[in-house]
DNA sequence: ATTGTACCTGACTAAATAGTCGGGTATAAT
DNA sequence: ATTATACCCGACTATTTAGTCAGGTACAAT
């Protein structure tokens, strides 16, 4: 039995969202107040607690200003939603293997479960370094939504471990030698044969383009 | 005489940052002391002083954890500052002519002036739709930085009006016909001649790739 | 008909938070 | 030697802000 949002709260979370947009920190009480026309801050107290209980905001109690939108209230506004993010890999030389470190990114909301805080099943984030997949829209400083997986279809584009390197590669898998390898999707680099060392660990699903001014000619 | 940051001024600066960037909102003069372990409110009501009269921050009276790191200030940290987001425009279809609109978008910083919420003559950043530029690194939702000029080069991008239309195509003058039209960088979409109702306004100076997820296949 | 839920009211209190007062030191510039 | 500036201290007050109390209405479900 999922937790519904009602029109009321989700009215306050949009005020809410849209405060913190355009002055950097959340409202008072006394401001969602005046905002949602209501003439008594236990509403908004209320409110907020469905809000808080919903798994919507977080909110530090008897805090000016404590309230944070959660992964889970970005989504019933239509906002993008998180995922852990959990380092960087390389698309040109590969680099030490990635681990959690506790920050979050945006994600797209299909692959965020409900719960809160809890991300369906093994959907990761990592930033790509170097230039080794640019033509299959994968750019130096972009990130890669990793879904994990055992079973991978030849041309998929893949987390791959060589020993403690991460790499992202196309995945290739054909009739005629050299039957199974990783192929780098620019021109100036080598494809990659499989060998014992390598492995992989998940599917890219997705590409978030950075965030960064590019110069143009 | 610019007004200059002493290191003081830049820890908390950059204490007021961190902060902002992992609680979603700023902290209380109780919490600046602490990191910065000082022992009275008054050296930090001092120092918010001299940020904000130094145009770095700006900050509510009387108002708990009211306070906003403007684009100086995030110069000081040497974080991406803001342009006047004027509107959005077309790669494709041109649609009805740009105005600015109060909001901010983070620009690269050379092209900020020093004075505050200030910036260098005639920049602006505009919201860029359709297709009609792909081939120029200018994708649909992108934003481009444009910088108001008189004279333009063949080859430039530029931001053209069509009487109250606004596009973004590649300028072309040739010693041959058809001599002045502005080129699209997407071979589905024609070329457009000169008329008189044709103006340009500015060059597009960089492009913001939008932070978006993208399918990979 | 009663129970529960979502929402509201207005007056009140408690706690958090910003700001003041009246000083101080150390350093560089005039 | 004086002045100005950047920074600091500790105790205090004023204001802002969250939270409580003791209710109320409207509506759907049992």
Same mark, same amino acid.
């Given at each position: 039995?999922?937790?519904? /949002?009602?029109?009321?709260?989700?009215?306050?979370? #949009?005020?809410?969202?849209?405060?913190?947009?355009?002055? =950097?920190?959340?409202?008072?009480?006394?401001?969602?107040?005046?905002?949602? @026309?209501?003439?008594?801050?236990?509403? /908004?107290?209320?409110?907020?607690?469905?809000?808080?209980?919903?798994?919507? /905001?977080?909110?530090?109690?008897?805090?000016?200003? =404590?309230?944070?939108?959660?992964?889970?209230?970005?989504?019933?506004?239509?906002?993008? #939603?998180?995922?852990?993010?959990?380092?960087?890999?390389?698309?040109?030389?590969?680099?030490?293997?990635?681990?959690?470190?506790?920050?979050?990114?945006?994600?797209?909301?299909?692959?965020? &479960?409900?719960?809160?805080?809890?991300?369906?099943?093994?959907?990761?984030?990592?930033?790509?370094? +170097?230039?080794?997949?640019?033509?299959? +829209?994968? *750019?130096?400083? @972009?990130?890669?939504?990793?879904?994990?997986?055992?079973?991978?279809?030849?041309? &998929?584009?893949?987390?791959?471990?060589?020993?403690?390197?991460?790499?992202?590669?196309?995945?290739?898998?054909? *009739?005629?030698?050299?039957?199974?390898?990783?192929?780098?999707? *620019?021109?100036?680099?080598? /494809?990659?044969?499989?060998?014992?060392?390598?492995?992989?660990? +998940?599917?890219?699903?997705?590409?978030?383009? #950075?965030?960064?001014?590019?110069?143009? #000619?």
């Amino acid at each position: 039995m999922e937790k519904q /949002i009602t029109p009321r709260q989700k009215q306050l979370l #949009s005020i809410l969202y849209e405060y913190i947009q355009d002055s =950097g920190y959340p409202p008072t009480f006394e401001e969602m107040r005046q905002k949602l @026309d209501v003439s008594s801050n236990q509403s /908004i107290k209320d409110l907020l607690e469905k809000l808080k209980s919903g798994g919507f /905001i977080k909110k530090g109690e008897s805090q000016a200003r =404590g309230i944070t939108i959660l992964p889970l209230g970005y989504e019933a506004l239509g906002q993008p #939603s998180l995922a852990p993010f959990v380092g960087a890999t390389s698309a040109g030389v590969p680099i030490q293997a990635v681990s959690f470190d506790g920050e979050w990114m945006e994600m797209p909301a299909t692959h965020y &479960d409900t719960k809160i805080e809890r991300l369906k099943a093994n959907v990761y984030v990592l930033r790509v370094y +170097g230039d080794s997949m640019i033509n299959a +829209g994968i *750019n130096d400083g @972009d990130h890669v939504l990793v879904q994990e997986k055992k079973e991978f279809s030849s041309g &998929d584009i893949v987390l791959a471990y060589d020993g403690d390197d991460a790499t992202i590669k196309r995945f290739m898998s054909v *009739n005629e030698p050299p039957y199974l390898y990783l192929k780098p999707e *620019n021109p100036k680099y080598k /494809i990659i044969l499989f060998r014992d060392s390598i492995s992989m660990a +998940g599917k890219v699903m997705a590409v978030l383009k #950075s965030r960064q001014w590019v110069p143009v #000619s």
